[in-house]
């Protein structure tokens, strides 16, 4: 006879706060206007597109990427103006660049600060790799609350501190002498998300010599490359020596890293379009608070947030029309009843007003 006992499955060997979790949920979105996920709706012209399928073509994908990556590094250090003397992290994604500071900065019983409501993964993160995460109550504006802030570094003394500037998904920038005087209360490192800032043009990126324990974070995914998944974080170089250690060698493929590149060579292109989506989202916003029930945020990124008397019944109405937005009714107390609306196209923009006028 085996002396091997019964196999054991998932629930018997999954972490359990892994278990107690539901999957960050992707919405399907095929057939429907997609306005959930804060893309860029503009496709690049046609004659960027077909460099880039040159450049595609010509490369060698049988071999591993350059972990380096110089050409891209230089390419964003040129256009996003990245101090010379500071390091440069890249990431699939500035998700990958949140697990690997994680990861890093996990001493037994560090803690995660940030802001709440606020980027869900920077919560989860903290659970996958067993650091303690404090989130600090945003005010019922959404406003940061510096005294409490301020509090809460002091009484925590965080590893690593998140705030995203500006904040997702209420939109909002908090004031640059706030977000200052955290990064220098902080004892551990503060990291500035700037995901939407090609909206904003609002940055910390100038003061990273002004804070020994200040790193940027950014993505180009916003900015029409949703679908290259590109991070990118700048910081100290002794920051950046240490997460290198924990970033994955191959983490950025090679199709990742030219067609950025290329794409990247032409930035006036995605700027022109940030613009228009600048305009739109300033329309889009008039609009709404034109309609009657309807609360909207103030947006410094490329969505608005609203609150309406009954989130979840419409947002069944816009799913039956085939418009796909993002509810947070249930996610925070802060944000009940509120759905977040990614700034489409002009005409995309218009399907959805028309809509709400419909549906509310």
Request: charged share 20%.
């Amino acid at each position: 006879m085996s002396g091997r006992g019964a196999a054991k499955g998932p629930a018997d060997l999954v972490r359990e706060e892994i278990l107690a979790l539901a999957a960050y949920h992707v919405a399907s979105a095929g057939g429907m206007l997609k306005l959930d996920a804060m893309e860029n709706p503009f496709r690049l012209p046609e004659a960027l597109r077909e460099e880039v399928g040159h450049t595609v073509a010509a490369l060698a994908i049988n071999r591993y990427p350059d972990p380096q990556a110089p050409e891209l590094k230089a390419r964003l250090r040129q256009v996003f103006s990245v101090p010379a003397e500071a390091g440069l992290l890249i990431g699939n994604g500035s998700d990958e660049i949140i697990a690997i500071l994680a990861q890093t900065l996990a001493r037994p019983g560090a803690v995660m600060l940030a802001p709440e409501p606020s980027f869900a993964m920077y919560r989860m993160n903290a659970l996958f790799a067993r650091m303690n995460f404090v989130g600090v109550p945003l005010e019922r504006d959404f406003g940061l609350d510096p005294d409490r802030f301020l509090d809460a570094v002091a009484t925590h003394r965080p590893a690593l501190t998140f705030i995203a500037y500006p904040n997702n998904p209420t939109g909002n920038l908090f004031p640059e002498d706030v977000v200052a005087r955290i990064v220098e209360a902080a004892p551990g490192l503060v990291v500035i998300d700037e995901a939407y800032h090609v909206f904003a043009r609002k940055s910390f990126l100038p003061r990273l010599a002004e804070f020994p324990n200040l790193m940027v974070m950014r993505t180009v995914s916003k900015l029409g490359l949703a679908g290259v998944r590109l991070g990118y974080a700048a910081a100290a170089p002794e920051w950046i020596r240490e997460l290198d250690k924990v970033r994955p060698p191959y983490n950025v493929s090679v199709l990742a890293q030219f067609v950025a590149e290329r794409v990247l060579a032409h930035v006036g292109v995605l700027e022109s379009q940030a613009e228009r989506i600048r305009a739109e989202r300033d329309a889009l916003f008039e609009r709404l608070r034109e309609l009657r029930g309807v609360e909207a945020f103030p947006s410094a990124a490329n969505f608005v947030l609203v609150r309406v008397p009954d989130a979840e019944a419409l947002n069944a109405r816009l799913l039956a029309r085939r418009i796909l937005v993002r509810n947070f009714h249930g996610s925070h107390p802060l944000l009940a009843n509120c759905l977040r609306l990614t700034v489409g196209t002009p005409g995309e923009n218009e399907l959805l007003l028309d809509a709400l006028t419909a549906s509310l």
